[in-house]
């Protein structure tokens, strides 16, 4: 059972619009940034989103990242294969003194 | 060009112990928070522990405080994971990974090491 809840699978078509949300608590998303990483298979995660909504460079402007409260998501515009992917979000908790993962999103790009 | 290579994993007994260690290049890693994640065989990431670039705070995972212990050799550019009392459940892939200054998040990751607990 992951601290940050997210759906477990995501799809949609090329060049499509999808989003995958976070949810969290006032220990977590509710007081401090969220973070989304991409890992395809058999790799290593890449950052995707930092400090709620901040890209590092080399990442497109398709992937976007907010937080409202304690839920965060993560928008992918104009949907590419190569998009095809497990997604993470995670953050600081307050309580746990920890960092925590969502159990991560499998995005399928039909 | 940043690069972390992880080394150390391999098969090891439950209640065993092992050390991993992550090899820095490309950057000036003293300047630098650290931290290890890691990955069972076909499930989430899970963070594991942090230190921070002197070495003076360190963090950790409630399912691994008093068995693993992390710390860095600042001048061989060098992170490690001491990890005693291995459980079953210890299994998976470990990641070293270098942290965003004043961010929890982290920008580079090395490919990781495989550590096994098993009889």
């Known amino acids: 059972q992951s601290v940050l809840t997210q759906p477990p699978s995501a799809s949609g078509t090329p060049g499509q619009r999808v989003t995958i949300s976070c949810s969290g608590s006032?220990?977590?998303?509710?007081?401090?940034?969220v973070t989304w990483y991409q890992q395809l298979p058999g790799t290593a995660p890449k950052l995707l989103i930092y400090?709620?909504?901040q890209r590092p460079s080399g990442v497109p402007d398709r992937f976007s990242g907010s937080k409202s409260a304690t839920s965060a998501s993560l928008a992918i515009s104009g949907l590419q294969s190569e998009d095809e992917a497990d997604y993470y979000c995670?953050?600081?908790?307050?309580?746990?003194?920890?960092?925590?993962f969502g159990g991560g999103t499998k995005l399928t790009v039909l | 060009e940043v690069q972390l290579l992880e080394s150390g994993g391999g098969l090891v007994q439950p209640g065993g112990s092992l050390r991993l260690s992550c090899a820095a290049s490309g950057f000036s890693f003293s300047t630098y928070a650290m931290s290890w994640v890691r990955q069972a065989p076909g499930k989430g990431l899970e963070w594991v522990s942090s230190i921070n670039n002197g070495g003076s705070s360190t963090y950790y995972a409630d399912s691994v405080k008093g068995r693993f212990t992390i710390s860095r050799d600042n001048s061989k550019n060098t992170l490690y994971l001491q990890m005693s009392g291995l459980r079953a459940e210890d299994t998976a892939v470990y990641h070293c990974a270098k942290r965003i200054s004043g961010y929890w998040a982290f920008d580079d990751w090395g490919q990781g090491t495989l550590v096994t607990v098993s009889s």
């Open positions: 995670t953050s600081w908790d307050d309580s746990l003194k920890g960092v925590v």
């Open positions: 400090s709620n909504n």
């Open positions: 006032s220990s977590n998303i509710g007081s401090t940034t």
